[in-house]
């Protein structure tokens, strides 16, 4: 098990357990490793001491949201000079979060102001300094990862992507609330090359979400399918149980287990590790 996908504290949310109590539910299931997230700081420097105290792939990225200066190249020459492995797209700050009421970290302090953030085809005065992203990206042969944006956007980062040479490119969980992607237009997107993320959170929170919805996703992306847990939330399993649950779920609607079982395990690792 890799899971490419997983919230620990600090945070400023509850969260499960801290980094410590994470990485120990990895190790008591026998996983390979994890990819810490977090939406409002960069995780390299965590997940490198996770790594250092386990033996576990333990990996960590940034979040191109405001507490990062938004679509910031500064903030991701930094994290990959660092050893960072992934650069999310803006997700709690994304345009998709305000406009589907969503929790952003202004709820918790209003002083903060309400601007959202996005890319072209949406936002384009930020397409000069997305354009550094990946090109920065494409340099260290990290992941990117198309964060909380719309359909269209991903589209669009998916061109850049093939032109930067950019062979990495998860699209996170693109049938969750934001971006609210169909499978068709799943389909369309991992036919564009990118990898498409299931999550277990999905699967626990969403609203309306059924294992059945997320089979049929699951099915569109066929071999690019991706699972990870997106958990850490204190009203979900421990995030190991949290995947396997989704594996299980998915399973009962009919999709292939061994493809399963690579796209929770052999696909993200060589995504973001090989």
Known sequence: MFDCHVHAAPDVVDRIGDDRD???TYERAGAD???????????????????????????????LNHPAGGLNPAAVAAALGAGGRVVWMPTTDAHTQER???PRLCDLEPRLGRAVLGVPPVEHRTAAAVELVLALIAEHDAVLATGHLSGAECHWLLSRARHYGIARVLLTHPSYTVPGL???AVG?????????EITA????HQPGCTAAMLAEVARAAGQRLVLSSDAGQPNSPPPPQALQQLLDELTGQGVDRGLLRAASSSVPTDLFLA
Do not use: C, I, M, N
Request: glycine share 16%; charged share 15%; no cysteine.
């Open 33 to 63: 490793g994890f990819v810490l997230k977090g939406h409002h700081e960069s995780t390299v420097g965590r997940a490198h001491s996770l790594a250092r105290q386990s033996g576990l792939a333990v990996v960590g990225g940034v979040t």
């Open 22 to 24: 994470v990485l120990q």
């Open 201 to 204: 959170y999905q699967l626990l």
């Open 188 to 196: 369309e997107l991992a036919d564009a090359g990118g990898y498409v």
């Open 100 to 102: 589907a009421h969503l």
């Open 182 to 184: 169909d499978p068709a």
